[in-house]
């Protein structure tokens, strides 16, 4: 049987250039590379707060019945507090969806462009630490690398080629995100291995 994955991205519209091809590289190595791994569409979620809204959640659980595996991705946004309601998330669903479905919850420290940047050669006088600590990456260093590449024009103004790039370097962006990447990809093979 194959795995059909669901992505909530807070908001897919630019997310899921990057999300895509990433996250069907995460549950490869988690152990299903023929995983059918899609984002949610539908219906649109406008930013964290409807991401972290159980209502809006448990709405999209019960539309897509025939998914064994929601990724419900944020951005940490600064918040040391956000791990803390993914996890109440985590419960509810589990509550919902019983044994044999689940749903993920993780927060890209601090954006997910920070993911993209992961799978990247620095440019010069940039530190991944820094990176790593700022709390707007986004506009600090992903804008700034897809203006120097010319990206900015594309679908998702850079994150279709530096998500593509990221993915192709799934191993630089596991060992370089271990607290969010890393960590989703072996709470995902954990749970598949038990199933």
């Given at each position: ?34 995983a059918r791994v899609r984002m949610c569409l539908d219906p649109v979620l406008g930013g964290v ?147």
């Amino acid at each position: 049987m194959s795995l059909n994955v669901l992505v909530i991205p807070e908001d897919y519209r630019k997310d899921q250039f990057v999300l895509s091809p990433l996250l069907q590289r995460l549950v490869a190595a988690a152990g299903k590379p023929q995983a059918r791994v899609r984002m949610c569409l539908d219906p649109v979620l406008g930013g964290v707060s409807q991401a972290l809204d159980w209502t809006r959640i448990e709405e999209i659980l019960g539309m897509y019945p025939m998914v064994h595996v929601f990724l419900l991705i944020v951005d940490r946004d600064g918040q040391p507090n956000r791990r803390t309601a993914l996890y109440n998330i985590e419960a509810k669903a589990a509550a919902l969806l019983g044994k044999r479905r689940i749903l993920f919850g993780e927060n890209a420290w601090q954006e997910i462009e920070v993911w993209a940047l992961a799978g990247q050669n620095l440019l010069q006088g940039w530190n991944w630490q820094a990176i790593r600590a700022e709390l707007h990456p986004k506009e600090e260093y992903f804008e700034p690398l897809a203006a120097v590449r010319g990206l900015t024009d594309e679908p998702g103004a850079g994150r279709t080629t530096l998500g593509r790039e990221a993915a192709a370097e799934y191993g630089r962006v596991r060992s370089r995100c271990r607290e969010d990447v890393a960590e989703l990809e072996a709470r995902l093979k954990a749970w598949l291995d038990a199933h």
